[in-house]
């Protein structure tokens, strides 16, 4: 079974900078990291969790979330079945539990991702 490990959470101030990686694990044969849709999604104190930032693989096609366009950066890096989520000018709303997720399709990974890490705290003081 796949396996999600999140790193790199902390406490910055606004405008700093943080980078998370999720390292991944457990894939089949049939199914490697490279064909896997990873994303991380976040969820504040008494919200919803939401879709940050998206990945697909196969295609390195991205998604970013209107609130972190222009500021956070997804990568992955397939030698090292890790995905990465560069972080910048970080704003207090931007705190959160950052949560890693991973699924073959992009489109079950934005509804219903099978595969979560354990998530990582993201805190932004102003």
């Known amino acids: 079974e796949v396996q999600l490990v999140e790193s790199g959470g902390g406490l910055v101030q606004a405008g700093g900078s943080l980078r998370l990686s999720c390292a991944a694990s457990g894939f089949t044969s049939g199914f490697t990291f490279d064909m896997y849709a990873i ?4 969820q504040a104190p008494g919200k919803e969790r939401e879709a940050v930032s998206c990945i697909w693989n196969r295609d390195d ?6 609130t972190v366009k222009g ?3 997804i990568s992955s890096d397939n030698a090292k079945n890790t995905v990465y989520l560069q ?8 705190t959160a539990i950052y949560y890693c997720a991973a699924e073959r399709q992009l ?3 934005l509804v219903h991702p099978r595969y979560w890490g354990q998530g990582t705290q993201v805190t932004v003081s102003s």
Do not use: H, I
Not at 61 to 66: A, G, M, N, P, V
């Open 39 to 42: 994303g991380w999604f976040r």
């Open 107 to 109: 489109v079950q990974l």
């Open 71 to 73: 500021r956070f950066t």
């Open 87 to 94: 972080m910048n000018n970080l704003k207090p709303e931007d």
């Open 61 to 66: 096609s991205t998604y970013y979330d209107d």
